[in-house]
């Protein structure tokens, strides 16, 4: 294992014993605000709304679940290193293992979350049309967009300090320009743009893809352009880095 | 831009340094202002320039093996700035510096990774990021030491969160002296822990010291300059004023800048 892996295990493994508080009552606390959430949702969509959707619990589930992994990663990462300044002042350390140990601990929450939802869910849909097989594709480049995305809003955040107001701002509205909890086709024809211009959109289609209504066709294609949403992330970020990394010095 | 030499007493060879950095104060600190900024002076904020404030102007230094180097200047003269680019913390705009072997710099003693976690829990993960290529074994019997040095007793199995500053410092420089280093950056980090432990602290930074093959000081206290260094540079408005192994000169020269009436950089406080 070289140095950097090391290091960031190590970091993941300490925040997650800070979040958990070294108990197992902690992990189910941290597990829980997903499921809850999920429920409800699922809840409200089916039995309110009456969305006339086939194994709409499913659906949901491969919508809603990246959803939240995005927006809990974000926002806790985004201040994270301005509120580190004591830490990044102090001696050298590699401001990007901080970030990347936060978007780590999140991932791993999400995959629990995940899988401990999907089990009752699976068990309950009759017809099932899923590739969960092709699951780990999706989930890699949703990983490595949002560990792109986190330490690009982070870094921002320490010459604009109130990044993560405007960006928990702009979370809110996304969650309704995004088809989440609606399929793309609901949407009327004449605002298509809206969702077409939406980077998150590509990434949690590719995770549904496999999830729900799976045709191989349309999920290579999805990964596809979910891939090259993150390589459009990941080099903005990258760029950004390289000009302002000395700049964090003097800001913090 | 960073290169190993084999040459076997030269530590650090630093040629022609300048380093800046981006200065937008007046632009503010939020998207709010940019915003707002964008909106009254729409020309200006997108085609006006950013201003750049230097803070190392053209140095070069070597460092040889038994060098105890005190580096000293005004606050803003450029000193923190110099360790944090010889750390590999800041990459500079130009020229290059030369390291050989491990480099330990420490900025702030008070530094935890995580404030819930126990003094004991913290001490492993900081042994584990600033001395990275110790083995699982060594590390522990490295930290268990420290430990036992930093006499904290039942408190490290506290919360750090519940430490007061002089029981930060006294973790962290135990642990940071834990050990030895081809090249130790110290910047003002004895501020904090209580007499006692300052006393016990200084024989164990003289073994470290004494271990390390070269020491780089910054400090305002003349007394321990003289005590412990060899060598000094001055910093003056980012430039090297003076360098030598005259500390008196060194430290008459410093006294100078700020008595003397002398123009003084803009960010200096007394």
């Not at chain 1, 350390?93 to 995940?114: G, M, Y």
Request: aromatic share 14%; glycine share 4%.
């Amino acid at each position: 294992m070289n140095i950097f892996t090391r290091q960031l295990y190590s970091l993941t493994f300490a925040n997650m014993k800070a979040r958990y508080r070294k108990t197992v009552a902690g992990f189910i606390w941290v597990i829980l605000n997903p499921i809850i959430l999920y429920s409800v949702q699922s809840l409200v969509f089916r039995k309110v709304l009456r969305i006339q959707l086939p194994d709409y619990s499913l659906f949901l589930l491969g919508g809603l679940l990246p959803w939240i992994f995005i927006t809990n990663t974000l926002e806790m990462s985004i201040p994270y290193l301005f509120n580190a300044h004591n830490l990044l002042r102090g001696f050298r350390i590699n401001p990007l293992l901080l970030i990347l140990s936060q978007v780590l601990d999140n991932f791993i929450n999400f995959l629990i979350a995940f899988f401990l939802i999907l089990l009752p869910v699976i068990f309950l849909t009759e017809d099932n049309t899923s590739a969960f097989y092709l699951l780990p594709i999706p989930i890699l480049i949703l990983f490595l967009a949002i560990a792109a995305l986190s330490s690009l809003a982070s870094l921002m955040n320490v010459f604009y300090r109130d990044t993560k107001f405007v960006l928990s701002f702009g979370l809110n509205i996304m969650y309704f320009i995004t088809p989440i909890f609606y399929p793309v086709e609901y949407v009327p024809k004449q605002y298509q743009w809206i969702i077409n211009l939406n980077p998150l959109y590509y990434l949690i289609e590719a995770f549904r893809s496999a999830v729900y209504g799976f045709n191989s066709q349309i999920f290579w294609m999805a990964c596809l352009k979910a891939f090259l949403v993150t390589l459009v992330i990941i080099i903005i970020s990258c760029l950004y880095w390289n000009r302002r990394k000395n700049d964090l010095y003097y800001y913090i | 831009m960073t290169s190993t030499t084999t040459s076997s007493d030269h530590i650090l060879e630093i040629r022609n340094l300048h380093l800046s950095f981006d200065l937008d104060l007046q632009k503010g600190h939020t998207i709010r202002d940019a915003f707002v900024n964008l909106i009254n002076h729409p020309v200006q904020s997108i085609l006006g320039k950013r201003e750049v404030h230097p803070v190392l102007k053209d140095i070069s230094l070597n460092l040889k093996k038994g060098d105890k180097l005190a580096l000293i200047g005004e606050n803003g003269s450029g000193k923190t700035s110099l360790c944090r680019c010889i750390a590999g913390m800041i990459v500079p705009q130009q020229g290059t510096i030369n390291r050989v072997g491990s480099i330990q710099a420490v900025f702030s003693t008070a530094s935890a990774i995580h404030f819930s976690l126990t003094g004991r829990e913290n001490a492993y993960l900081l042994g584990e990021l600033i001395f990275p290529h110790l083995s699982k074994k060594e590390l522990s019997s490295r930290i268990e030491e420290a430990l036992d040095f930093s006499e904290l007793g039942k408190f490290l199995e506290a919360p750090f969160y519940t430490y007061s500053r002089g029981m930060q410092a006294r973790l962290f420089l135990s642990v940071v002296t834990a050990y030895p280093t081809e090249l130790l950056i110290l910047d003002e980090v004895y501020d904090g822990a209580d007499e006692f432990f300052q006393v016990k602290m200084q024989s164990r930074m003289h073994d470290v010291i004494k271990n390390s093959g070269a020491v780089i000081f910054i400090s305002h206290n003349a007394e321990l300059v003289s005590e412990v260094c060899n060598r000094a540079i001055v910093l003056h408005e980012n430039e090297v004023l003076f360098d030598g192994e005259n500390i008196p000169k060194a430290l008459a020269l410093y006294k100078a800048l700020h008595y003397g009436g002398q123009k003084t950089g803009q960010f200096s406080k007394t």
